[in-house]
T-cell receptor, first 111, second 114 residues
């Protein structure tokens, strides 16, 4: 899978929006952009994924740049429960099912 | 909501002993995975399993490791002779289909090898 780059950590205030960036300049045309998060002492949890268009679900929104070289995970109103490590992962549908996790971004939410 | 379960939640073993970590994937899922996370490090893929055989495995998944689906519900990871460096959180995951599908992870088993 192509490599992604994320900031090591970010801070947010509770009830404010959070924009978590991810760079993936070597993304290929068949790579899907997946976001997972890992709450403290838990297993990874799916957040959202997309290919080219922006996506929304009950947890978050995913904004994908027109050239697909970057994306942003948007949490519309951060809560203390959103404090986690967020992973941006590229998956090629033709290259197997495994997820390749990087270091992710540790999001800290202040009350 | 259906979830992946894992047992035990914690296991302590002596170096050289065999351990079996157990997972119950979501009932209608067909693809199963094991990952591990050494303390403070990244989540690493170990193996994927479909139709009663390994479909992919990483370099970590050497001859000391094996996986099995002994019945219609359990999916196990066996480490034949544990080493100190096997100490980690082990996560099981499952998907209904293969690529692109959301992987559902269990809560993990913390393995400590002394």
């Amino acid at each position: 899978d192509a490599k992604t780059t994320q900031p090591n950590s970010m801070e947010s205030n509770e009830e404010e929006p959070v924009h978590l960036p991810c760079n993936h300049s070597t993304i290929s045309g068949t790579d899907y952009i997946h976001w997972y998060r890992q709450l403290p002492s838990q297993g990874p949890e799916y957040v959202i994924h997309g290919l080219t268009s922006n996506v929304n679900n009950r947890m978050a929104s995913l904004a994908i740049a027109e050239d697909r070289k970057s994306s942003t995970l948007i949490l519309h109103r951060a809560t203390l429960r959103d404090a986690a490590v967020y992973y941006c992962i590229l998956r090629d549908n033709y290259a197997g099912n495994m997820l390749t996790f990087g270091g992710g971004t540790r999001l800290m939410v202040k009350p | 909501e259906p979830e992946v379960t894992q047992t035990p939640s914690h296991q302590v073993t002596q170096m050289g002993q065999e351990v079996i970590l157990r997972c119950v994937p979501i009932s209608n899922h067909l693809y199963f995975y094991w990952y591990r996370q050494i303390l403070g490090q990244k989540v690493e893929f170990l193996v994927s399993f479909y139709n009663n055989e390994i479909s992919e495995k990483s370099e970590i998944f050497d001859d000391q490791f094996s996986v099995e689906r002994p019945d219609g519900s359990n999916f196990t990871l066996k480490i034949r002779s544990t080493k100190l460096e096997d100490s980690a959180m082990y996560f099981c995951a499952s998907t209904q289909r293969g690529t692109e599908e959301t992987q559902y992870f269990g809560p993990g088993t913390r393995l400590l090898v002394l």
